[in-house]
């Protein structure tokens, strides 16, 4: 992994407390190289929190405090295609799918400040809401319900 991707993914052993890590499944740490191609395959620089959860947990699945009450995370490998298969860029430009709420929501990024949200899947932008101001507080909340 070059110098610009390393990352830091002991940020987030909080998840590991016994009290959090029994709410929700947790992947083994993604490849420096499946970040490495997630991160070439996207003409955006992802927030340094997501890339080190990816690290951490390549993907996860758990309850979450605020609607829409569940996080299923898409694997570094999957999220370029789930985008695509959602056509994210054609119905919700200026935003990333990272994930969904395995019940008909589509969790996302806004590229334009990272903030994390949600919309169902109609796409239509007005039906987007804010579940977190930025990924490391969506991870805080992750296992919690």
Same mark, same amino acid.
């Given at each position: 992994m070059s110098n610009n991707l390393k990352t830091n993914a002991n940020k987030f052993q909080f998840l590991l407390a016994p009290d959090i890590c029994d709410?929700?499944? !947790? %992947? *083994? #740490?993604? $490849? *420096?190289e499946a970040i490495s191609t997630l991160v %070439? +395959?996207? +003409?955006?620089?992802? @927030?340094?929190?997501?890339?080190d959860f990816l690290q951490f947990s390549n993907g996860a699945d758990g309850p979450? @405090?605020?609607q @829409?009450?569940?996080? +299923?995370? /898409?694997? %570094?490998?999957?999220?370029?295609v789930c985008n695509q298969d959602y056509e994210i860029a054609k119905y919700l430009p200026g935003y990333? =799918?990272? #994930? +969904?709420? #395995?019940g008909g929501e589509v969790i996302l990024f806004? $590229? !334009? $400040?990272? !903030?994390?949200? $949600?919309? *169902?899947?109609? /796409? =239509?932008?007005?039906?987007?809401?804010?579940? =977190? @101001?930025? /990924?490391?507080q969506l991870a805080e909340m992750l #296992? !919690?319900?």
């Amino acid at each position: 992994m070059s110098n610009n991707l390393k990352t830091n993914a002991n940020k987030f052993q909080f998840l590991l407390a016994p009290d959090i890590c029994d709410q929700w499944d !947790r %992947a *083994p #740490g993604a $490849t *420096p190289e499946a970040i490495s191609t997630l991160v %070439a +395959s996207l +003409s955006l620089k992802l @927030p340094i929190d997501y890339l080190d959860f990816l690290q951490f947990s390549n993907g996860a699945d758990g309850p979450l @405090p605020v609607q @829409p009450l569940w996080c +299923s995370l /898409f694997k %570094a490998e999957e999220l370029v295609v789930c985008n695509q298969d959602y056509e994210i860029a054609k119905y919700l430009p200026g935003y990333l =799918a990272i #994930g +969904s709420s #395995g019940g008909g929501e589509v969790i996302l990024f806004d $590229t !334009r $400040t990272w !903030r994390v949200c $949600t919309v *169902p899947v109609l /796409f =239509a932008e007005e039906h987007i809401w804010e579940i =977190a @101001p930025n /990924f490391m507080q969506l991870a805080e909340m992750l #296992g !919690r319900s």
